[in-house]
């Protein structure tokens, strides 16, 4: 079974602090993982994606995430928080090997808060 | 690129009344899906579809709700009768490919409320 956790539901930090928002995951095999982002009355918007090679993965926006495989892990981070970054977060999972066709599997999500 | 279009954008309906939500995905995508997104459950997938044949439905609540794709350019979900319950925010979702390493764009979705 394919599943995602995101352990935090909020995350509050201040602006030009560091952030991360957690993700770990589970699947049978080898996974691709993505996070996404929610804003206020949004669809959700594709942040970035891990695919296999460098475990360090830069998106849009100044984010990045960090692949590791033995704590199945796959954490959001950002160097310097902007108060413009506050919104819902998504991790979501898909098997390599799997058979689901195109399924992608989200975390329940976390609010991230920035405050000036 | 117009990006994945959704209509309407909010839809206030009373309960027993049949609501068709309308998507059109983004030209060139094989791959839509349609997902409820509540305060309570999250976000959830509904169906999703290939090729405009749907591959996997077990997302669907109960009877009440069916979804088509009749062509590569639009889909449909609609619910009837309608009930207070189905209250969500509805996103429609394409991505190039199913499966594989390939995204999901999202569209910004269509409010529902039944009163």
């Known amino acids: 079974a394919q599943s995602v956790a995101q352990p935090e539901d909020q995350v509050n930090v201040a602006e030009g602090n560091p952030l991360t928002v957690k993700c770990t995951y589970s699947?049978?095999?080898?996974?691709?993982l993505f996070w996404y982002v929610q804003y206020p009355n949004r669809g959700l918007q594709f942040l970035l994606k891990?695919?296999?090679?460098?475990?360090l993965v830069k998106g849009s926006y100044g984010f990045e995430a960090e692949f590791n495989k033995s704590q199945t892990s796959f954490h959001l981070k950002k160097p310097s928080a902007l108060v413009s970054d506050s919104a819902l977060y998504f991790c979501?999972?898909?098997?390599?090997?799997?058979?689901?066709?195109?399924?992608?599997?989200f975390g329940r999500g976390t609010q991230l808060t920035v405050w000036p | 690129d117009a990006g994945v279009i959704q209509s309407p954008r909010h839809e206030v309906t009373e309960m027993g009344q049949e609501v068709t939500l309308r998507c059109k995905p983004i030209?060139?995508?094989?791959?839509l899906f349609w997902y409820r997104q509540t305060m309570m459950r999250g976000l959830e997938l509904l169906i999703y579809?290939?090729?405009?044949?749907?591959?996997?439905d077990s997302g669907m609540p109960e009877d009440r709700f069916s979804a088509k794709m009749p062509n590569a350019s639009f889909s449909t979900l609609k619910i009837q009768p309608s009930e207070p319950r189905d209250s969500a925010v509805y996103f429609c979702?394409?991505?190039?490919?199913?499966?594989?390493?390939?995204?999901?764009?999202f569209g910004p979705g269509t409010r529902l409320t039944v009163t």
């Open positions: 979702a394409s991505s190039l490919k199913g499966g594989g390493a390939y995204e999901q764009y």
């Open positions: 699947v049978s095999g080898n996974p691709y």
């Open positions: 891990y695919i296999t090679g460098d475990n």
């Open positions: 979501a999972v898909r098997d390599k090997e799997g058979s689901t066709l195109g399924r992608l599997y």
């Open positions: 030209s060139g995508h094989n791959s």
């Open positions: 579809f290939n090729n405009n044949v749907p591959i996997d």
